[in-house]
């Protein structure tokens, strides 16, 4: 991420170095403010749950979804 920046022209990208860690960083960090994407990530948690996956899945599932309504609200 330190690599990462707006060079002499004027445009952003990477010194040196592949700038796509940085680039999907910068879209997740828009991503989450989109009142759409909470709406998405709400309708994904929705679906997962009607999978058939092991507990040891089902418990990370469940954190990660405590921490995604954390965050909503």
């Known amino acids: 991420m330190g690599a990462f920046g ?3 022209k004027g445009s ?11 680039v999907t960083v910068l879209f997740v960090s828009i991503a989450v403010e989109q009142d ?4 998405w990530i709400d309708d994904w948690f929705r679906q997962m ?4 996956l092991s507990e040891e899945r089902m418990k990370l599932f469940r954190k990660v979804m405590a921490l995604m309504n954390i965050y909503v609200e």
């Open 6 to 8: 707006k060079n002499t």
């Open 36 to 39: 759409e994407f909470i709406d």
């Open 49 to 52: 749950e009607q999978y058939d």
């Open 12 to 22: 952003y990208g990477g010194d040196c170095m592949h700038d796509d860690i940085a």
